[in-house]
């Protein structure tokens, strides 16, 4: 029997990301996947701030953006050709990650960057061609079986605990018998995936054209592929298409002279969320605990999402900072997020796939009227942060954990990359760092913590805040001082000195490690 201390099932890119954590982290993982090798095939192709600096985390950030392409605008358009503008969204902007706030890619280089990484820390022992058969758990850890698909041979591997990233049919979801609660059903929707054979530029791009005749959208897949989809009618046969259907669809744009058709999926958007994401030992992330409508291009981020959340929490059990309970809280954080995320993408869908023209023309005429005036749009879903784990009844609880640039001895740059990663206590104000007490500071230096005073340039601090970020964040808060989680929420925060003490005493509470005063 080989032992580790998490076992891994799936390899994608929410597997990856969490076996990359925990081997950083110094822990053993075995990771397993069904398939050959890497997937090969692009699914996802959006990502937001906050995953670009997850991946600057594990390293992947540098690589990654070599080939991805930052999102400048996003247009809704009434036909793909001579449509008129129905709405439009600056994304050029700067998210409160601290980078572009929407990327579009290639999802084989994201594969490929975490990969390297995965590689890189010596402590992740990656079996393709490999399928979990049987496990059961006890009080101390997983038991599980796995086959070699080429040669048949099983293996018995031991661990701490199981993460599965094993997709939308889950064998460990199944296995486990954990119930999938099903949610809104839309149409199919066909998914074209070409590599350019030359440079490319339309009218327009990168956005949706609403046409009830037929609704679809195209994109950049990062500098060298592209994207296009199709919603078809509920009458339109997924087994009547073939790769010249294929061509005729892209005729308006493209030839075989433009492009290399890669693939050609249809599949129908479905929601789902599992009643647990836990079952003792073993955790659900990405797809096995939740799918969504494609829209918001969030799918794949809120998996990566999940294996930050776990990841942090089994390494601070492993290196037996934090109790075992801390885990408890990994579902109450992320099923509200994710849930969320599931409403949002389908309110912002389904003004997309009107096929019925009346409707159609119903939706156009209210979106001319919002660009007029803007306050006439009805509010989306925003997804909540996630709470399980914070302060009880802090306002900041939940709340994005900014990050600007800073400057300091060690250069200029991301509040990350010159401060440290994990958990962090952020002030603006000298006199709350001061108020830390030994008890404090030695709370904080168990589970790694970075001490982090920053204020305005000149102001003889340790980090200077270049461009304002920190000062305009924490007058919005009306906060003195927080503590940041390393998946990038605020735990909590301190309103005065006297407050910084209790707000320590709270973490370690939460985390099961108690600190004397």
């Given at each position: 029997?080989?032992?580790?201390?998490?076992?891994?099932?799936?390899?994608?890119?929410?597997?990856?990301?969490?076996?990359?954590?925990?081997?950083?982290?110094?822990?053993?993982?075995?990771?397993?996947?069904?398939?050959?090798?890497?997937?090969?095939?692009?699914?996802?192709?959006?990502?937001?701030?906050?995953?670009?600096?997850?991946?600057?985390?594990?390293?992947?950030?540098?690589?990654?953006r070599?080939?991805?392409?930052?999102?400048?605008?996003?247009?809704?358009?009434?036909?793909?050709?001579?449509?008129?503008?129905?709405?439009?969204m600056?994304?050029?902007?700067?998210?409160?990650?601290?980078?572009?706030?929407?990327?579009?890619?290639?999802?084989?280089?994201?594969?490929?960057?975490?990969?390297r990484?995965?590689?890189?820390?010596?402590?992740?022992?990656?079996?393709?061609?490999?399928?979990?058969?049987?496990?059961?758990?006890?009080?101390?850890?997983?038991?599980?079986?796995?086959?070699?698909?080429?040669?048949?041979?099983?293996?018995?591997?031991?661990?701490?605990?199981?993460?599965?990233?094993?997709?939308?049919?889950?064998?460990?979801?199944?296995?486990?018998?954990?119930?999938?609660?099903?949610?809104?059903?839309?149409?199919?929707?066909?998914?074209?995936?070409?590599?350019?054979?030359?440079?490319?530029?339309?009218?327009?791009?990168?956005?949706?054209?609403?046409?009830p005749?037929?609704?679809?959208?195209?994109?950049?897949?990062?500098?060298?592929?592209?994207?296009?989809?199709?919603?078809?009618?509920?009458?339109?046969?997924p087994?009547?298409?073939t790769?010249?259907?294929?061509?005729?669809?892209?005729?308006?744009?493209?030839?075989?002279?433009?492009?290399?058709?890669?693939?050609?999926?249809?599949?129908?958007?479905?929601?789902?969320?599992?009643?647990?994401?836990?079952?003792?030992?073993?955790?659900?992330?990405?797809?096995?605990?939740?799918?969504?409508?494609?829209?918001?291009?969030?799918?794949?981020?809120?998996?990566?999402?999940?294996?930050?959340?776990?990841?942090?929490?089994?390494?601070?059990?492993?290196?037996?900072?934090?109790?075992?309970d801390?885990?408890?809280?990994?579902?109450?954080?992320?099923?509200?997020?994710?849930?969320?995320?599931?409403?949002?993408?389908?309110?912002?869908?389904?003004?997309?796939?009107?096929?019925?023209?009346?409707?159609?023309?119903?939706?156009?005429?209210?979106?001319?009227a919002?660009?007029?005036?803007?306050?006439?749009?009805?509010?989306?879903?925003?997804?909540?942060?996630?709470?399980?784990?914070?302060?009880?009844?802090?306002?900041?609880?939940?709340?994005?954990?900014?990050?600007?640039?800073?400057?300091?001895?060690?250069?200029?740059g991301?509040?990350?990359?010159?401060?440290?990663r994990?958990?962090?206590?952020?002030?603006?104000?000298?006199?709350?760092?001061?108020?830390?007490?030994e008890?404090?500071?030695?709370?904080?230096?168990?589970?790694?913590?970075?001490?982090?005073?920053?204020?305005?340039?000149?102001?003889?601090?340790?980090?200077?805040?270049?461009?304002?970020?920190?000062?305009?964040?924490?007058?919005?808060?009306?906060?003195?001082?927080?503590?940041?989680?390393?998946?990038?929420?605020?735990?909590?925060?301190?309103?005065?000195?006297?407050?910084?003490?209790?707000?320590?005493?709270?973490l370690?509470?939460?985390?099961?490690?108690?600190?004397?005063?």
């Amino acid at each position: 029997m080989d032992n580790c201390d998490v076992i891994v099932v799936g390899y994608g890119p929410v597997g990856q990301m969490a076996s990359a954590l925990l081997g950083q982290a110094g822990h053993t993982v075995v990771s397993v996947e069904r398939h050959a090798q890497m997937y090969g095939l692009s699914r996802a192709g959006h990502i937001d701030d906050e995953i670009m600096r997850l991946l600057d985390r594990v390293g992947a950030g540098e690589e990654f953006r070599e080939d991805a392409v930052e999102w400048e605008l996003y247009d809704m358009r009434s036909k793909a050709f001579g449509g008129e503008l129905l709405m439009s969204m600056d994304w050029s902007v700067i998210g409160p990650h601290g980078y572009r706030s929407h990327w579009i890619f290639y999802q084989n280089n994201l594969e490929l960057a975490l990969n390297r990484q995965v590689e890189a820390t010596g402590n992740v022992e990656v079996n393709f061609s490999t399928e979990l058969i049987r496990f059961d758990q006890d009080a101390d850890g997983v038991t599980a079986v796995v086959r070699q698909r080429e040669t048949g041979e099983e293996r018995t591997v031991r661990a701490r605990y199981m993460l599965a990233a094993d997709g939308a049919n889950s064998f460990v979801r199944e296995t486990l018998g954990i119930r999938t609660i099903a949610g809104h059903v839309g149409p199919n929707q066909l998914v074209i995936d070409t590599l350019q054979k030359r440079p490319l530029q339309f009218a327009f791009d990168n956005g949706q054209f609403a046409d009830p005749e037929a609704p679809g959208c195209l994109f950049q897949l990062g500098k060298n592929h592209r994207r296009w989809e199709f919603t078809l009618r509920e009458d339109e046969d997924p087994a009547d298409y073939t790769i010249d259907t294929v061509w005729e669809r892209l005729k308006p744009w493209v030839g075989p002279e433009d492009v290399e058709v890669l693939r050609w999926p249809i599949y129908r958007f479905r929601e789902s969320m599992t009643e647990h994401w836990r079952r003792d030992r073993i955790f659900l992330i990405g797809d096995a605990a939740h799918t969504l409508w494609p829209f918001a291009g969030e799918g794949m981020c809120n998996g990566l999402r999940d294996a930050a959340a776990i990841t942090w929490r089994i390494d601070l059990v492993l290196r037996g900072i934090a109790s075992e309970d801390v885990l408890d809280s990994y579902q109450d954080d992320r099923k509200p997020n994710m849930q969320g995320w599931i409403d949002y993408s389908r309110e912002i869908g389904l003004p997309c796939i009107v096929m019925d023209k009346e409707a159609a023309a119903e939706r156009d005429r209210f979106l001319f009227a919002v660009q007029q005036d803007p306050s006439i749009m009805p509010p989306v879903t925003v997804p909540p942060g996630p709470t399980a784990f914070s302060r009880p009844g802090d306002p900041a609880a939940g709340l994005v954990a900014v990050q600007g640039r800073v400057r300091s001895q060690a250069g200029e740059g991301l509040l990350d990359d010159i401060a440290g990663r994990g958990f962090q206590f952020i002030t603006a104000r000298p006199e709350l760092a001061d108020a830390l007490s030994e008890s404090d500071r030695a709370a904080l230096d168990s589970i790694g913590a970075s001490v982090i005073v920053i204020g305005a340039p000149g102001s003889g601090v340790p980090y200077e805040d270049v461009d304002g970020t920190y000062g305009d964040w924490f007058d919005a808060l009306g906060r003195g001082a927080v503590i940041a989680r390393p998946d990038y929420y605020l735990f909590g925060s301190a309103a005065d000195a006297a407050d910084v003490h209790d707000l320590v005493d709270a973490l370690t509470s939460a985390l099961g490690v108690r600190v004397a005063a």
